[in-house]
């Protein structure tokens, strides 16, 4: 467990709003003998652009203030990118690196969501499954109240982890670390399950209040989590049913594009080259 809230939602490529968005006739002007919306300086802004940026906001109903926000919004664009070519900085190494690292995602999104992404929806029965397997994100659904204490893993000696285990609340916790004159730092917090690691959710759902949780992290720290109240938020089906979906569809894309690297690097020939060639080397060992 991480000291930092996980959401449970799945990994992989985000879907970003880009060029290719198929736009509503609600959310968008349509093709008329004037493609200009607007000259700033010497530049035009298209009503392509317009439309593009009417897909990003989605609004429900396209009305006249929308399209002027969208548009006095596309103004500033165009006054900020001025002004930036002005002073070169399209030149700029480290400008130019962005830009193609931006260009890249691009292209990997577009190319997962035409090519590699599954085109058929989650199904019902996948859903229910989801939601049966997964009680404490659901049925048993919790907030909860912690207190969370940050000490370094190297203070964590036997005779004081002795002692947290016979602790019944935040302020034993307290006591026993000044007790051991270990320093630590404190955080409350209050997180619904679904806030918390995945792999971690039955254990916190089983957890009554005084209950502690002790989690070792990477940069030498550990954390203790003290239970110090639950309240009980149970979620439907019908109301769980958007969100099951989401997760598993990214879940599934994540899925589809592993599986395609795997045969593309099993495929490919990759060679690494001078010292980090080494590190490859030394993996295999």
């Not at 969100?243 to 099993?266: G, W």
Request: proline share 4%; aromatic share 6%.
């Amino acid at each position: 467990m991480g000291s930092r809230k996980v959401s449970i939602r799945a990994g992989g490529c985000v879907v970003l709003a880009c060029a290719w968005v198929a736009l509503s006739a609600c959310s968008r002007h349509s093709q008329t003998k004037t493609q200009v919306v607007a000259k700033v300086n010497d530049r035009e802004i298209t009503v392509s652009q317009l439309n593009q940026t009417l897909a990003v906001i989605n609004p429900e109903t396209l009305t006249p203030q929308v399209t002027r926000e969208a548009i006095d919004s596309l103004v500033n664009e165009e006054l900020l990118m001025q002004g930036a070519l002005a002073n070169k900085l399209d030149r700029d190494p480290a400008t130019v690196a962005a830009i193609e690292r931006a260009r890249r995602q691009v292209l990997i999104e577009a190319y997962a969501q035409r090519l590699l992404y599954p085109k058929s929806p989650v199904s019902a029965t996948e859903e229910q499954k989801y939601f049966k397997q997964n009680p404490g994100l659901f049925a048993d659904r919790k907030i909860f109240n912690l207190t969370i204490y940050t000490v370094r893993q190297v203070d964590l000696s036997d005779l004081l982890k002795g002692d947290l285990n016979n602790t019944h609340s935040a302020d034993q916790v307290r006591g026993v670390l000044e007790k051991h004159q270990v320093k630590y730092m404190t955080q409350h917090t209050s997180v619904p399950s679904e806030d918390l690691p995945l792999g971690k959710v039955s254990e916190f759902t089983t957890a009554n209040v005084g209950d502690l949780l002790i989690a070792d992290q990477r940069d030498g720290h550990s954390i203790l989590v003290c239970v110090t109240g639950l309240e009980p938020k149970p979620l439907s089906f019908e109301n769980a049913k958007a969100s099951i979906d989401q997760y598993l569809t990214r879940q599934r894309n994540a899925a589809a594009v592993d599986e395609h690297l795997k045969n593309e690097r099993d495929a490919a020939k990759i060679s690494y080259q001078g010292q980090f060639a080494q590190y490859y080397a030394q993996g295999q060992r």
